[in-house]
């Protein structure tokens, strides 16, 4: 009999605060470099923004008006073009 199936990510591969502590990694070597750490797309035909530091994305608009990762649970700066 085969053994029954794991459709949740066990713990040991995906652990929340590991990858946290990666992202922020991330976002202080995007942010030293003054790159912006986030970009605003398309998402299922809809406006979304996605955070760089973690790849995940939010179409919420008020995600997208204040700027915020929920997997980061941290805001994205205001990032301006150099002229």
Not at 46 to 56: R, T
């Amino acid at each position: 009999m085969a053994p029954p199936r794991r459709w949740a990510t066990p713990p040991e591969i995906h652990d929340p605060e590991r990858l946290r502590d990666d992202t922020q990694r991330r976002r202080r070597a995007l942010e030293a470099g003054g790159c912006q750490t986030y970009t605003v797309g398309m998402r299922r035909g809809q406006a979304a923004i996605v955070c760089l530091c973690c790849g995940l994305g939010s179409g919420h608009p008020q995600d997208m008006e204040e700027r915020f990762c929920g997997f980061c649970r941290t805001w994205h700066s205001e990032w301006r073009e150099s002229p």
